[in-house]
C-alpha cells in the first residue's frame, strides 16, 4: 500500500492489519493483465517525470522505471528512487543484482511503495552492470536467476516478471534460450519481457548492444510456441508503430523502447492499436498538461529542465517542430518558467497539434 501526497506524490505506508494488501490503483485503468503495451525501463530517461508524460500518451501503457541497484535501495536514499505520481500506474520497479535475499527485501521495499508489478534486469550488458554480477551476464547463471525470481516472488503478493535477451555472448542458440526460460520459470514467474536481441559483454557498447546484435523475432514466436501459459512481451529495434499490431499476432504485448522517448507520438499511435476506440489525446493539450505538472513539481523544488528535457520530441513530424525544439531548448538552459514552452503557439510561430 501506499501514500498519496502533494501533487499526487507516491510514498510508503506503514503496514498494519492491511500488511500484503495493496490498494487499487487506477479505477480509470484498464485491468492489471493487461499488458499490450509497455514503455522500456531505460536509464537517465525513464524517471518519473517522464514516466508521468508517458501516461499522458497512453493511458493503457505499462510503465517501468530506470533499472534501480539494490545495493542504491538497501544504502541509498530510498524516496529519490521509488517516489512516484499516482498517475503512473500501472507502473513497474526494475531491479538490478543477483543476491535473492537482497532481490527478495527490494521487492518488498518496491510493493510497500504501491508499484505494481517488480521486475528483474537480466540484460544489461554495460561493464559497470557486469562488475555487480548482474544484468545480462546472469544469463549464464539460470539456476541463480531462478532462485532471485523464486525469492521476490515469495516476498510479494503483486507479479514479478524478468527482462532479458535471446542470448549471451556465444550461449546464442534456440535450445539455450528455451532451456534458460524453462529454468527461470520454474520459480512460478508468468511474464517473461524478451528483447530479441543476444547481448556482447564485451567488444560492444551498451548502445552498439542495441543496434548490432541481429534482432531475433522468430526466436520470441518460437519461446511463445513452447512456453504458452507465459505472457511474452516482445522488445527491441520496434520504430514504427506500424510494426506493433504484427507482433500482437503471436506476442501478448509489445515493449516500445527508444521510439517511445525520441518520438513519443508513436506512443499515442501505439495506444489506438492497442486499444481501438480509446481517446486521443492531442499535442498541444499534452504539452498543458506537462506545463501544469512542471509548476506543481516547481513548488517542490524540481528545475523545469529536469521534466522539459523529456518533451523535446513531442513535436517531431508536425510543422514548426524544429523552431519549437529550439525555443525549449533555450527555456530548459535559461531556466524559464514552463508556461513559456507554450509561447511559440501563442505567438503563431508553429501549428498547434
Not at 514479478?160 to 539455450?176: L, N, P
Request: glycine share 10%.
Amino acid at each position: 500500500m501506499a501514500v498519496v501526497g502533494p501533487a499526487g506524490l507516491v510514498g510508503p505506508m506503514n503496514f498494519g492489519d492491511n500488511a500484503g494488501m495493496k490498494e487499487d490503483s487506477n479505477p480509470q485503468q484498464p485491468g492489471l493483465d493487461e499488458r499490450r503495451l509497455s514503455v522500456a525501463p531505460m536509464m537517465d530517461w525513464t524517471d518519473r517525470h517522464c514516466r508521468y508524460f508517458h501516461r499522458l500518451l497512453a493511458p493503457s501503457a505499462w510503465l517501468y522505471t530506470e533499472m534501480v541497484t539494490t545495493g542504491a535501495l538497501l544504502h541509498g536514499d530510498q524516496a529519490r528512487h521509488l517516489d512516484f505520481d499516482a498517475a503512473e500506474h500501472p507502473v513497474a520497479l526494475q531491479l538490478g543484482g543477483s543476491d535473492p535475499a537482497e532481490l527478495a527485501e527490494c521487492a518488498r521495499l518496491g510493493e510497500r511503495w504501491g508499484y505494481d508489478e517488480i521486475n528483474l534486469n537480466v540484460g544489461c550488458p554495460s561493464a559497470r552492470v557486469q562488475r555487480g554480477a548482474f544484468g545480462a551476464c546472469l544469463m549464464k547463471e539460470s539456476g541463480l536467476v531462478r532462485d532471485c525470481l523464486a525469492a521476490m516472488r515469495q516476498a510479494v503478493d503483486i507479479p514479478v516478471s524478468i527482462k532479458t535477451r535471446t542470448g549471451v555472448d556465444t550461449c546464442d542458440s534456440w535450445e539455450f534460450l528455451h532451456d534458460f526460460i524453462g529454468e527461470v520459470s520454474r520459480a512460478g514467474i508468468q511474464i517473461v519481457i524478451l528483447h530479441a536481441r543476444k547481448a556482447w559483454l564485451s567488444g560492444l557498447s551498451p548502445k552498439q548492444n542495441r543496434e548490432v546484435p541481429a534482432l531475433e523475432y522468430d526466436k520470441a514466436q518460437k519461446l511463445k510456441q513452447a512456453f504458452p501459459e507465459l505472457s511474452l512481451i516482445v522488445n527491441g529495434g520496434i520504430a514504427d508503430v506500424a510494426d506493433v499490431g504484427r507482433h500482437l499476432s503471436y506476442a501478448d504485448g509489445v515493449m516500445l523502447g527508444r521510439a517511445a522517448y525520441q518520438t513519443p507520438w508513436q506512443l499515442a499511435k501505439a495506444q489506438q492499436i492497442v486499444l481501438p476506440g480509446s481517446e486521443m489525446v492531442d499535442r498541444l493539450t499534452v504539452l498543458q498538461k506537462m506545463v501544469s505538472y512542471c509548476e506543481q513539481q516547481q513548488a517542490q523544488g524540481v528545475a523545469p529542465r529536469h521534466i522539459g528535457r523529456h518533451l523535446l520530441g513531442l513535436m517531431h513530424g508536425q510543422p514548426g517542430a524544429r523552431l519549437w525544439r529550439q525555443w525549449m531548448n533555450d527555456c530548459l538552459q535559461r531556466n524559464r518558467p514552463a508556461e513559456q514552452w507554450l509561447e511559440p503557439f501563442k505567438s503563431g510561430r508553429t501549428l498547434a497539434a
